[in-house]
Each structure stands twice: as C-alpha cells, then as structure tokens.
C-alpha cells in the first residue's frame, strides 16, 4: 500500500528515470558545453563587429558572456565530478572541494545574471514595439543597453552572496565514500554539504526560488504575451504603413523611428523563440526551489535531487542553441558570420549578384523604352 501511495506521486518514476538518466548525463552535458561554449565565442565575436551595433545586439552579447561563462565553468565541474566518481584521491581533497564550492555557486550566478538580461532584452523589445518613437528618443539606444549591461553584473552577483554561505566544506566518512564508488580511498576525504542551520538555508531557498526564479518567471511570462500581441500589432500596423505610405507621420525622424523599430518581425520572433525557452526552463526550477522552501529538506531529497541533473542540463541546451537561433532567424547575424568565418562564400555571392545585376542590365539595355531614352534603336525596333 505504501508503495502504490509513493508510485501515486510519481516518486518510483522520477527516481528511476533519475537512475537511467545519470548515466548519461556527464556525456551529454559536456558535449553541450562544449558546443555551448564554442557558439557563444562565435555571438560575442558577430555581435560586437560595428555593423552589427545596436541595443538589442549589445543585451545579447551580455548574454552570450554569461551563458560562456555558464558553459566553461560547468564544464570544469562535470570532468570534477567524473573524475571524483572514477575514485582519483586528489580530487576529493580538501583544495579542489573548495574549487568545487565556488564552481558550482558561480554557476549559479552566471545563470542567473543571463536570466536577469533575458528578462531586460524582453523589456527593451517590448518598449521598441509598442511606443517605437519614444523609445527610438529615450530607451532605444546603445548607451542605456551598455548601462543595463554593467547594472546586471554589478548587482546579480552582490545579491547572490548568500548562497556562498549555505554549503560549506566537511570531512566525508571514508565507509560511506567506499560503499557507494565501491572503491577503498586513503586519508581525509572532503565533500559539500549545507550548513546545519534549516533557518539559513531555507530563506536562501525561499528568496532564490521566489525573487530570484518564480517571480521573474513570471513576468517573463508577461512579456512574452505581450510581446506576441505587440507583433501581432506591428504586423498590422507595418502593412498600414506601407499602404498609406507614412501619411501620419510628421517629421522625417519619426518616419526613420516608425521604418527601422517596425520593420524587423523575424528578429521580434526569434526573440520570442528565446524567451520562450528561457521561461520552458526556468518556470519549472523556480516551482521546485518554491517546494523546497515550503516542504524542507525531504522534499529536496525525494524530488527535486533526483531532477537536478536534468534541470542542469536543459539550461545548459538553452544556454547553447542562441547561436542556432541566430543563423536560422536572422540574416544579418548569418552575413556577418559568413564574412568573417567563411570570406570565400561572400566572394561567391558577390560574385553571383553581379552576374545577374549584368544580366539585368543586359536586358534593360535590350529594352524599346532604353532604345527610346538613348535615341538608338536596333533594325527590329525601326518601322514599329
């Protein structure tokens, strides 16, 4: 009875498909970190060329140095913990613990400061698409993006200092090592472990799994919606636009504002596309750090632990297909990346558009009404 009361809960599911999943974990995560850390080096290198220069572009790369940072520094932690559970002694001193322990709260914060400029290139977005002339004057510039930029990494990792004094460095019972790596180890053997006041660490968990993950999920979440009805909006209004060929607006920079903040619905989706992944992965982790804080230590233990690795995980595959969502979505950064990286297939193009802009030229040359304007006609044309 108790077992289908466990199974009930999902319990038996969660743990098994926690015990089949570990197995594959360390491979899979190290080969998105690497494919993470790679891609980013790639966004932060296209969107810092001078052409490529606006505010949305200065927030992503923002982003890209956090989730860089993400990558390579998770990646030092999964060789760490591969290599601690093939039994290598030294790594379970007391030294690389200490490594370990700033490893893993870094990690923290370079999420969370990419989660906070997610939430801020949402909001610059928003304000281009809904008052697209005021934010052309005000917002919707490259030093207020700049500025967003040094705030968010000032303040995330001023706000993250608790969670540097949740865990804490202790010795590990050599039997109990033993028992679950199945291998004898000699000497003092560290490891991680919470600091023994429940109150600390469940404010920690408390302010982390509500200020820090479920509220802005939320409001993400907001934005989002908003953002989607604001395209669907400027969609409309676009279409008026190019109809009425801008008879509303007054002033030539009202007309630039109104062209340049109106006429690019491919990048407004490929951001959406972000954002939506962004709140896929974090509206979920916020909901279990909100469980923790209420059910304690148990429920870490029977459910949110068994998840963890999978959660890592699918922020480290979110951290890491920006660079595919770019290429496929957004000419602009696939041009810039093809001339730098691969200058030959420029060469090509340029190439192809000026054999068919002389093939065009060849026919308007062929044309009566050229023939008309030049004051030459060829004999076909002569008597007509």
């Given at each position: 009875?108790?077992?289908?009361?466990?199974?009930?809960?999902?319990?038996?599911y969660i743990h098994m498909f926690a015990m089949y999943y570990d197995e594959i974990h360390i491979p899979?995560?190290?080969?998105?970190?690497?494919?993470?850390?790679?891609?980013?080096?790639?966004?932060?290198?296209?969107?810092?060329?001078?052409?490529?220069?606006?505010?949305?572009?200065?927030?992503?790369?923002?982003?890209?140095?956090?989730?860089?940072?993400?990558?390579?520094?998770?990646?030092?932690?999964?060789?760490?913990?591969?290599?601690?559970?093939?039994?290598?002694?030294?790594?379970?001193?007391?030294?690389?613990?200490?490594?370990?322990?700033?490893?893993?709260?870094?990690?923290?914060?370079?999420?969370?400061?990419?989660?906070?400029?997610?939430?801020?290139?949402?909001?610059?977005?928003?304000?281009?698409?809904?008052?697209?002339?005021?934010?052309?004057?005000?917002?919707?510039?490259?030093?207020?993006?700049?500025?967003?930029?040094?705030?968010?990494?000032?303040?995330?990792?001023?706000?993250?200092?608790?969670?540097?004094?949740?865990?804490?460095?202790?010795?590990?019972?050599?039997?109990?090592?033993?028992?679950?790596?199945?291998?004898?180890?000699?000497?003092?053997?560290?490891?991680?472990?919470?600091?023994?006041?429940?109150?600390?660490?469940?404010?920690?968990?408390?302010?982390?799994?509500?200020?820090?993950?479920?509220?802005?999920?939320?409001?993400?979440?907001?934005?989002?919606?908003?953002?989607?009805?604001?395209?669907?909006?400027?969609?409309?209004?676009r279409k008026n636009w190019k109809r009425t060929q801008g008879a509303n607006i007054c002033t030539n920079?009202?007309?630039?504002?109104?062209?340049?903040?109106?006429?690019?619905?491919?990048?407004?989706?490929?951001?959406?596309?972000?954002?939506?992944?962004?709140?896929?992965?974090?509206?979920?982790?916020?909901?279990?750090?909100?469980?923790?804080?209420?059910?304690?230590?148990?429920?870490?233990?029977?459910?949110?632990?068994?998840?963890?690795?999978?959660?890592?995980?699918?922020?480290?595959?979110?951290?890491?297909?920006?660079?595919?969502?770019?290429?496929?979505?957004?000419?602009?950064?696939?041009?810039?990346?093809?001339?730098?990286?691969?200058?030959?297939?420029r060469k090509n193009s340029l190439r192809g558009t000026r054999r068919s802009w002389n093939h065009r030229?060849?026919?308007?040359?062929?044309?009566?009404?050229?023939?008309?304007?030049?004051?030459?006609?060829?004999?076909?044309?002569?008597?007509?």
């Open positions: 009875m108790n077992d289908t009361l466990i199974c009930t809960y999902f319990e038996c899979l995560s190290i080969s998105i970190c690497i494919f993470g850390a790679a891609s980013n080096v790639f966004n932060i290198i296209v969107l810092t060329r001078k052409r490529m220069r606006t505010p949305i572009n200065i927030l992503l790369t923002g982003l890209s140095i956090a989730q860089w940072l993400l990558a390579t520094n998770y990646f030092l932690y999964l060789l760490l913990e591969y290599y601690r559970y093939q039994c290598v002694q030294l790594l379970w001193s007391e030294a690389f613990t200490r490594y370990r322990f700033f490893n893993v709260n870094l990690n923290t914060v370079f999420h969370t400061i990419a989660f906070t400029t997610t939430i801020v290139v949402a909001v610059f977005r928003y304000c281009a698409l809904k008052f697209p002339i005021q934010a052309n004057r005000f917002i919707y510039k490259c030093q207020p993006a700049i500025a967003a930029n040094v705030i968010i990494w000032i303040i995330i990792p001023i706000i993250s200092l608790p969670l540097f004094f949740i865990s804490e460095v202790k010795i590990v019972a050599r039997d109990h090592v033993a028992y679950d790596l199945q291998c004898e180890m000699e000497g003092p053997l560290y490891d991680l472990s919470y600091q023994e006041s429940p109150l600390l660490v469940s404010a920690v968990f408390w302010a982390f799994g509500i200020v820090f993950k479920l509220l802005p999920s939320l409001i993400l979440s907001i934005l989002l919606i908003a953002l989607i009805r604001s395209l669907k909006s400027v969609e409309r209004r920079s009202e007309r630039k504002a109104k062209r340049k903040l109106t006429t690019r619905p491919r990048t407004t989706r490929m951001l959406v596309i972000i954002l939506l992944l962004c709140v896929m992965v974090e509206l979920p982790m916020g909901i279990l750090n909100l469980c923790v804080a209420i059910y304690g230590e148990e429920f870490g233990n029977r459910y949110y632990d068994p998840v963890g690795n999978l959660m890592e995980m699918l922020t480290l595959l979110y951290s890491s297909v920006s660079f595919v969502l770019y290429c496929t979505m957004s000419n602009e950064y696939l041009s810039t990346f093809r001339a730098l990286f691969f200058p030959w297939t030229h060849d026919d308007e040359t062929k044309s009566p009404r050229t023939f008309l304007i030049n004051r030459t006609a060829p004999s076909s044309y002569v008597g007509s």
